[in-house]
């Protein structure tokens, strides 16, 4: 089953927005497979953004991303990867659709709530820097036969 990497930035904790970001996904229908709350490191926010190095706002990024506390989290569900990003919205917040979690709570793109990982070859990566294998929880719902046809 597809997971994805998802984290509550330091402006989303500090906003309350936690268990709403939270409810959306479950009420979507996939499945919390992994939870840490944590002030990342610099070293570890580095590796995760790793592809912005060099480029005019990575600094502050940085700065931003290991400012407070952050809900990192894997979620799993058939299309996650692509259906996440679309929950998410926009890089830019003001070009996010109403209904997107930018859309709705945000306004500038380096307060932008919410990171998603964009394709599986960054979940994959994205996962692996942040969880280790014994944190990934794969768990039989009650509920999936409700959520899948199969
Ligand atoms: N970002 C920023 N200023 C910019 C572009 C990006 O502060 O001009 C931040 C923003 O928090 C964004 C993150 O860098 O979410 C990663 O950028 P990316 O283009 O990967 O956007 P995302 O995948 O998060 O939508």
């Not at 995760?48 to 005019?56: D, I, L, M, R, V």
């Amino acid at each position: 089953m597809e997971r994805t990497f998802i984290a509550i930035k330091p402006d989303g904790v500090q906003r309350k927005l936690i268990g709403e970001i939270i409810a959306r996904f479950e009420k979507k229908g996939y499945k919390l497979v992994a939870m840490k709350y944590i002030v990342p490191k610099r070293e570890l926010a580095a590796k995760h953004y790793e592809e912005h190095k060099g480029k005019g706002f990575y600094e502050g990024l940085l700065d931003f991303i290991t400012s407070g506390p952050i809900v990192a989290m894997v979620w799993q569900g058939k299309g996650v990867i692509a259906t996440a990003r679309k929950m998410i919205g926009q890089t830019k917040p003001l070009e996010s659709e109403c209904g997107s979690i930018r859309g709705d709570f945000g306004i500038e793109v380096g307060r932008n709530i919410i990171h998603g990982s964009d394709s599986l070859d960054s979940a994959e990566r994205e996962i692996g820097i942040w969880f280790s294998e014994e944190e990934i929880f794969d768990y039989e719902s009650s509920l999936d036969n409700w959520v899948y046809e199969k």
